[in-house]
């Protein structure tokens, strides 16, 4: 995968030099950062055997908290709403699933449906304008040479690496992946951490949700639609087997930077966005064939 | 574990009571237009009159890149409007790269659009935007870069654009109501289907529709109004809902004329043609079978290829340094059967059988 | 047993063949004859090249050299369906069952009897009189129409025996059958056998059970460390010398003698109940003690474990741990307590199939490896790297996955899980199944470390020489309820089989 991703950036880099211009990769990187930091949460749920298909209402559903919440108490409220906005939800996703034992998969799609719903609801399907300026600097702005969405994407890979694979409450996410019977009985409470796990899976997607709101500078309940689809794209792509228990966030990270890279690549070379998406629909199940491929091999 | 049950469940609640309570605190009013704060209105007198008339410059001595965004290109009116940006850049040796968004709701998708543009250092950019208030970033960091921002059809909240194209939606507001005042007699019941939320035209239309109406046309009374994306499907859904919430609908305003001909629809399988009265904005194939037909009463035509035309114009004039007006209003007529043989459509729709280059 | 023909060619010839994998030299020229009609023994130690040779022969592994003939010609197959398509048929040890279908669905996968051709409709009245059919000739108490999902083990076993008779074999290859089978269910299966043997077919038979062996088998080939040993003819050929010709040495003790001085009451349970499935269960173990549990399949031994384990739920019942009443209701309460559970079935319950060997050792008790939130990992690897010593699990390293390695050793993986737990007292449900002579020694041994240490043992098993030679005490249930208790000087295995299908034998008082 690695080769891949170098691969892809030669040849795009080649056909047009503005790909390695630094305004690009800041670019990129920056319009990368949701996406990625919504494949984070959803690497939790799909290693664990379970599935995150609520992620991209929950922008929206953030974003309206968030900027109601920001015009109602202030800078830090709104985005401290938005965040807990987007956990809450991944606590509901979390009961239902490990408590009323629905298959994660229906239960985060009917998550999917409502969170939008809420959104509409609380914004009356309007935009939510009027957020300070000073908020922009956190979707628009630097710190250093680096967007700082990006350098909270980074922050957000490292956390999530670090849980993944020095902590108890990681392991036991890959274990429930592996063979959940087993894992009741060795011992784990399994129904505590399948919820931990969508709620790390809903915070992700509130800070995402917020980096989006302050990008746009105001509170949408029109964003993020098919961006889950796209997060479940990037940790497949990344490697990381569906059905759970294999894969890790550095694999994740490979799979963002696989599409961020022919996203931007295939742009700058002019090609049309209907038929972009033509080629990420063939390298999501060509990836996941190479490595099925690899695995019978062995 | 009960107790987590328990304690997880009242968090729940606790939460979703403070969030509804907030929430309809800060409902944004109806009358608070978006894009109207920054933009001058013809009636509040600004210093510099708007300008109805806008010829082409000569030719300049470069080749200028333009960058273009729009929200879509699934739009007949917006098809048209890209014919103009393209035969204009063509006139006048301009190269164009146009982007669009794929729908209303994609804002994120817009602002990444902008970002890009700013980076390939296109000469201008020239935005029909997504979202008022959403896009106020994005053309702020490109205004920042050197790249100046023409304003078309569908107004960004940001005070930087060099000058703001579009109809007189105050004006096409008020023929709508014209028009539906007089053919119901002054009396009667409606419905609104306003259009994509958030944006400027959606709203000032709207509004300057219910001012009207309620100036000159009081015993009309709104039954309701929703907004959707300018599509036949949206507007077929809600025009079948609303039929079944009110028995008496006497017509329909239509800030599109996509979400009219799903309105047409409906109304023809309810069998209420020629009884309701119903009134659109543009012109694509559709709209015209429908008027004919009797089943659209009217539609007020915008002419979203001049809008295309000058706003290219205006990003050549900017760009070779003569002075740009702040604001260009392009005109608009009324079309209905009586008079649909006569109209000129040379600046309505592109010419038939042209499409967009597939971006 | 009809002594086959001695000058008819042989229905499987298979001469000098080899098989490598990354790493690992299964075969290296290993031979194997096998006549029409005759059963033929394949022996060997766990990683000996039994699997890997069973699996050429069906088609599913292609040899690197070698050659195999099928009456005289040679063959060479692409694809467990060209071996099916020459008649050869396997039944595995993990069962290849949808579990989500019926009986007749899975015995018939395939090849359902249709009734209109060419729509592919099936006829599912013949299907069913055919299954049923087939369940006759194994003497099989099951309904074709049942959901494979709710067949116990035994049952399920059955199931893959029908499917590879309906299939008309010429060649079976029966991978360990009888591990899940009671008595009578293995007696069924040899007279199976012999009637199949009778009508020409061969059959390989793979099993640990050497008693089963002496009693079922024509010839034996022995294999060790993937090479060819011997072939012996079953008759003359004493268990001792099978074993020495196995493992290359003299196994004198089948069962180490362990004896720990008992000590205090380490587990006792009283009249444990569950509706419909446990009634009045009652006992109690030392420490230092091997409680052997013992009664036929479907005596629900397996769920009194898991009710003690908290892994299911009790109607009503008590549990003392060293005299002290306990509450335990979930697996974790268990491991707090110090009770440890290793299941039936380790593929299902037992094993994390994608996580490494480490990572399946330590999982019960990362509290030991956790410093200030994050894992140690090489304490982790330190620790799983003495148990892999001490258990001889066979991986070539600690980072390969559990599902990679054979069954035996996945065993093992799984007591070493347990034992990082400091457990006190071990359910061990079925310890030795499909794990070879050498391995169930290593087992045993442990076992007998365990006690001596003053843990307490309850041993469910369905072997009965291996609970008459490794319990201190014995008891016996039958569905649901404790049917008798026994101590080793007074147990035989024809009075606990009496106990087990009667319910009627002297209880003696422990």
Same mark, same amino acid.
């Given at each position: ?298 | ?27 944004? +009013? @109806?009358?608070?237009?978006? &894009?109207? $704060?920054?933009?001058?209105?013809? *009636?509040?007198?600004?210093?510099? #009159?708007? %300008? /109805? ?20 290109? +699934? @739009?007949?009116?917006?098809? &048209?409007? $890209?014919?103009?940006?393209?035969? *204009?850049?063509?006139?006048?040796? #301009?190269? %164009? /790269? ?262 | ?510």
């Amino acid at each position: 995968m690695p080769a891949v991703i170098v691969i892809l950036a030669v040849v795009f880099g080649s056909l047009n030099p503005n790909f390695w211009s630094g305004t690009n990769m800041a670019n990129v990187s920056r319009q990368m950062s949701i996406l990625a930091l919504l494949s984070l949460g959803q690497t939790f749920a799909i290693l664990s055997g379970g599935i995150d298909l609520s992620v991209g209402s929950l922008l929206a559903l953030v974003s309206v908290v968030c900027a109601q919440q920001m015009l109602n108490f202030g800078l830090v409220e709104g985005i401290t709403a938005g965040i807990l906005a987007g956990g809450l939800a991944g606590l509901i996703n979390g009961l239902v699933i490990a408590k009323a034992r629905v298959p994660a998969f229906i239960a985060t799609l009917g998550m999917l449906v409502a969170a939008r719903g809420v959104a509409l609801t609380l914004s009356g399907g309007l935009p939510i304008a009027g957020l300070p300026r000073e908020f922009l600097v956190l979707g628009a702005g630097y710190l250093g040479p680096f967007p700082i969405p990006t350098m909270l994407a980074v922050a957000g890979f490292v956390l999530a690496h670090v849980i993944l694979s020095r902590t108890r409450f990681g392991r036991y996410v890959y274990a429930m992946g592996s063979n959940e019977e087993a894992a009741v009985l060795s011992g784990i409470n399994v129904a505590r951490h399948k919820m931990m796990v969508y709620v790390v899976s809903g915070l992700f997607a509130g800070v995402a949700g917020v980096v989006l709101t302050a990008r746009v500078i105001s509170g949408q309940p029109t964003l993020g639609e098919v961006q889950e689809l796209y997060s479940i794209a990037a940790v497949v792509i990344g490697g990381s087997r569906i059905t759970g228990g294999v894969g890790g966030i550095g694999r994740t990270l490979m799979g963002v930077l696989v599409l961020g890279i022919l996203g931007n690549g295939l742009n700058l070379v002019q090609v049309s966005s209907y038929v972009q998406n033509i080629v990420i629909g063939i390298i999501i199940v060509g990836a996941v064939y190479v490595d099925l491929a690899r695995e019978r091999r062995q | 574990m009960k107790r987590l049950d328990r304690r997880c469940g009242a968090l729940i609640s606790l939460a979703a009571v403070v969030m509804l309570g907030c929430g309809r605190g800060t409902q944004p +009013s @109806n009358e608070v237009a978006p &894009g109207t $704060a920054a933009a001058p209105s013809a *009636e509040t007198g600004a210093t510099t #009159a708007p %300008v /109805t008339e806008y010829a082409r410059p000569p030719k300049p001595s470069r080749q200028y890149r333009i960058g273009i965004a729009v929200p879509h290109l +699934s @739009n007949p009116h917006y098809v &048209g409007q $890209a014919y103009g940006y393209l035969d *204009e850049a063509q006139n006048l040796g #301009a190269q %164009v /790269t146009l982007l669009e968004a794929g729908g209303y709701q994609y804002l994120d998708k817009q602002v990444s659009q902008i970002e890009d543009l700013v980076a390939s250092k296109v000469d201008a950019i020239i935005l029909a935007a997504v979202s008022g208030p959403g896009t106020v970033g994005a053309v702020q960091d490109a205004v920042a870069a050197g790249i100046p921002v023409i304003n078309v059809n569908v107004m960004t909240d940001s005070d930087k654009v060099v000058t703001r194209i579009r109809s007189d939606d105050d004006v096409i507001g008020r023929m709508h109501a014209d028009f539906m005042g007089e053919r119901l007699n002054g009396a009667g019941s409606i419905v609104m289907l306003r259009g994509a939320p958030g944006t400027s035209w959606a709203e000032i239309r709207g509004n300057a529709f219910k001012k009207r109406l309620a100036e000159k046309f009081p015993n009309i009374k709104i039954l309701g109004e929703q907004y959707s994306q300018s599509t036949p499907a949206d507007g077929l859904r809600l025009m079948e809902d609303f039929l079944q919430t009110y028995p008496e609908i006497n017509g329909v305003y239509n800030g599109a004329d996509t979400t009219a001909i799903g309105a047409a629809q409906a109304i023809l399988a309810a069998g209420k043609q020629g009884k309701t009265v119903i009134t659109a904005t543009d012109f694509q194939v559709d709209t015209e079978k429908f008027i004919r037909e009797g089943v659209i009463s009217a539609s007020v035509l915008q002419q979203t290829v001049t809008m295309g035309r000058w706003g290219v114009r205006a990003a050549i004039n900017y760009l070779e340094k003569r002075p740009v007006p702040p604001v260009l209003l392009t005109a608009q007529e009324l079309a209905t059967k009586e008079n649909v043989n006569g109209l000129n459509l040379e600046n309505v729709r592109a010419p038939a059988g042209w499409t967009p280059p597939a971006r | 047993m009809v002594p086959p023909p001695s000058h008819s060619p042989p229905l499987l010839d298979m001469r000098g063949i080899v098989k490598r994998f990354p790493g690992v030299l299964a075969l290296n020229g290993v031979d194997l004859e096998v006549r029409a009609g005759e059963v033929h023994v394949l022996l060997g130690e766990n990683g000996a090249g039994k699997s890997t040779l069973t699996k050429t022969i069906a088609g599913v592994y292609r040899p690197d050299a070698g050659d195999m003939r099928l009456d005289g010609r040679p063959v060479h197959l692409r694809s467990p369906r060209d071996a099916q398509a020459l008649g050869i048929s396997t039944i595995y040890q993990e069962f290849n069952l949808a579990p989500d279908m019926t009986v007749a669905d899975n015995v018939f996968l395939g090849r359902e009897p249709l009734r209109v051709r060419a729509l592919g409709i099936v006829d599912r009245g013949r299907l069913i009189r055919q299954t049923r059919d087939v369940l006759a000739t194994l003497d099989a108490q099951i309904d074709p129409e049942t959901l494979v999902r709710h067949l116990g083990v035994a049952q399920q076993q059955t199931v893959e025996i029908a499917k590879a008779l309906s299939l008309d074999a010429r060649l079976i290859v029966m991978d360990e059958p009888t591990a899940a089978l009671t008595s009578r269910e293995i007696e069924r299966l040899f007279d199976t056998i012999r009637h199949l043997t009778q009508r020409g077919v061969a059959i390989v038979y793979i099993s640990h059970r050497l008693d089963e062996v002496k009693a079922i088998g024509d010839r034996a080939t022995i294999l060790r460390d993937g090479a060819y040993v011997a072939t012996v003819p079953v008759a003359s050929t004493s268990i001792d010398e099978m074993i020495r010709l196995m493992v290359g040495r003299d196994l004198k003790d089948k069962f180490p003698k362990i004896s720990a001085a008992p000590g205090d009451e380490a587990l006792r349970v009283e009249r444990l109940t569950r509706k419909g499935v446990l009634h009045d269960v009652s006992f109690s173990v030392r420490r230092g003690e091997i409680l052997g549990l013992a009664g036929l399949v479907g005596s629900r031994r397996t769920e009194t474990a898991r009710a003690i384990f908290g892994a299911d739920r009790l109607d009503s019942g008590r549990i003392f741990l060293r005299g002290i009443e306990v509450n335990v209701r979930t697996p974790a309460d268990a491991i707090d307590n110090r009770i440890a559970l290793v299941p039936e079935d380790r593929k299902r319950h037992g094993i994390f199939p994608s996580l490494p060997v480490r990572e399946n050792i330590t999982l019960s008790a990362l509290g030991q490896f956790s410093r200030r939130g994050l894992l140690d990992v090489g304490r982790e690897r330190r620790r799983a790297q003495e148990f892999v010593s001490s258990l001889r699990v066979a991986t070539p390293d600690l980072e390969r996955w559990v599902v990679y390695l054979s069954g035996g050793n996945q065993q093992k993986v799984v007591i070493a899980k347990w034992l990082n737990t400091n457990a006190e007292v071990f359910l061990f449900d079925e310890p030795t199944r499909g794990i070879d002579v050498g391995g169930k020694v290593e087992v045993y041994r442990l076992m007998g470390e365990l006690i001596s240490r003053g843990a307490a043992i309850v041993m469910i098993s369905s072997d009965l020489p291996e609970i008459l030679g490794m319990s201190d005490r014995i008891l016996v249930m039958r569905e649901g309820r404790v049917a008798g208790a026994f101590d080793r000087r007074d147990a035989t295995e024809e009075t606990i089989l009496n106990c087990a299908l009667r319910g009627a034998a002297p209880v003696v008082p422990s």
